[in-house]
């Protein structure tokens, strides 16, 4: 297990290297100039040259990555040009490793941008989360109990109908009707939750809600399915042939089998909205880091680019890792090694 979990980890590197190169040769393949796009509102053709050097733009592509790749290792000091650094020192700014670069719109460096949005989209995340997967799972084993039965049809019917609503149009409602108009709920804000942990769920029930109805919709079908299929398996009838309860029989035997497809997709949904829900977050006016990445789309920011591709990447790969063993956890016919 240990030297699968090596190569994997090992694996997951060469893969977030790679997606860093790519990302910045598409960045230069688009159209403009990255510098302009980067020096303000008042772009004189000797500042556009400036912000260029400032920023590493003015190296070639490849140069440029091995920059990125030593500034995660060892740091970077920027700009690093040492001419300009001493004509204007106060522009140098110091970026201890693991350094992701500068961006030169939000004048900080990648890391901290990171470090203060993480933490928003991570609680909303994990929220949407526990719902998503408790709810879905519970209403899919009622169903798939039910098959049949109107309560199937009126789960699955109410599933596909939460499926089909664009999450913006839901975060809306719930914004407009229950916070703002009914007041059932505090307003939506993200309170850390060291300063108060009630606060923090109350400010992020409703965005959490927003991203797990959608969610929970998938999730109930799935769950619905597995669970029948794996019902008609032989063991099953085994074990219903020996008497044991039916809710031994659900627990122990066949939501064991079920569980191991939906590991893998709770996994790798949860990673991807680690890395931002970018439409929830602009409902709500959540400053996570999907906020960021429209951000960094929008302005060209290079460096803010390839440091968000890189933490989600990191997420999705690790994600990929525990999945994989939880699975002979989850599964004894399973072996990973």
Known sequence: MFAYIVRRSFAGIILLLVMS?????????GPGDPGRQSCGKICSPA?????????GYDKPIVVQWKDFVVGVVKGRTFP???????????????????CLGYSKYFNDT???????????????????????????????????????????RGVVGVSLIFYAFPTFFVGLFLYKFVAIKWGLVPTPEYIPFTENPWSWLTGLILPAITLALFFMAGYVRMTRAFVLESSSEDYIRTAKAKGL?????????TMRAALTPLVTMAGLDLAGLLGGAIITETVFNFAGLGYLAVSASVNKDLPLLVGLVVVLATFVIVANIIVDVLYAFIDPRVRVG
């Open 245 to 253: 309860a039916q809710r031994k029989v659900v627990s122990k035997h």
């Open 110 to 152: 990648v890391t901290n941008l990171i470090k203060k949005s993480l933490p928003i989209s991570a609680s909303l995340a994990i929220v949407a989360f526990i719902l998503w997967i408790t709810g879905g799972i519970a209403f899919g084993v009622l169903a798939a109990l039910k098959k049949g039965t109107i309560i199937d």
């Open 80 to 98: 690093e040009d040492e001419a300009l650094a001493k004509a204007h020192p106060e522009l140098v700014v110091e970026c201890p490793a693991p």
């Open 47 to 55: 500042l556009i040259e400036q912000t260029n050097k400032s920023l």
């Open 21 to 29: 190169f790519v990302t910045i040769l598409l960045f230069f393949s």
